[in-house]
């Protein structure tokens, strides 16, 4: 019995994503939800308390995924490329999972109300902060050409934010370790200082 709840859940919170997706945060209403899932109306909020809530819950989850994995980096004592080479690889990884989510929290984040709408931004900003401290390491060590780090650290996150792009609708699955390997040796040979 708990996990035909479990899998209703997951059903829920996968064809939600989904319809956000195609329609937008704004657009998409507590009816849609409900219509999509064959559901009553009051039994969307068996699962949700709001669609703010829900938007809530999604984007702060995988922002905090994204900072842990980050954090992790950071603290390692690997030299700043091969931090940089994981910061490429677990913001992939991470995607690869989670595309609709990813896509949520790059879409519609400015849906959010105050005062997470600001803790986002703070959030946001500490992550693209850690990144450039890893390039500006890499510059100071020789390892990276000297370059504008806020330019550099934009660039980067740039070609990070777009990648749920690649796993949402895809007929064949695209293997994260062989785009990690591609959009890294791109990354690397604008920065690499050789």
């Known amino acids: 019995m708990q996990m035909r709840k479990s899998n209703k859940r997951a059903l829920f919170f996968e064809e939600t994503l989904k319809l956000i997706y195609e329609k937008g945060f704004k657009a998409t209403t507590i009816r ?3 219509d999509r899932l064959n559901f009553k109306e009051a039994n ?35 030299l700043p490329n091969e ?3 994981l910061v ?3 913001y992939i990884q991470i995607t690869s999972k989670r595309p609709y989510e990813q896509a949520l929290f790059m879409n519609d984040w400015r849906n959010l109300k105050e005062p997470r709408l600001q803790e986002f931004i ?12 890893i390039i500006e390491a890499g ?12 330019l550099t650290t934009q ?14 609708g895809q007929k064949t699955n695209l293997n994260p370790i062989e785009v990690e390997k591609q959009l890294t040796d791109f990354i690397f040979t604008g920065i690499h200082n050789e």
Request: hydrophobic residues 40%; without cysteine; proline residues 0%.
């Open 32 to 34: 849609d939800i409900a």
């Open 44 to 78: 969307v909020y068996n699962y949700v308390d709001s669609k703010q809530a829900l938007l809530e819950g999604y984007i702060f989850d995988i922002q905090n995924e994204f900072h842990t994995a980050m954090n992790h980096i950071i603290d390692s004592t690997y």
């Open 83 to 85: 931090k940089l080479r």
């Open 88 to 90: 490429i690889s677990s």
């Open 122 to 133: 703070n959030s946001r900003k500490a992550y693209e902060e850690k990144l450039k401290t």
């Open 139 to 150: 510059v100071s060590q020789g390892q990276f050409r000297v370059l504008n780090l806020t």
């Open 155 to 168: 660039t980067i996150m740039a070609a990070l934010r777009w990648l749920y792009i690649l796993y949402i």
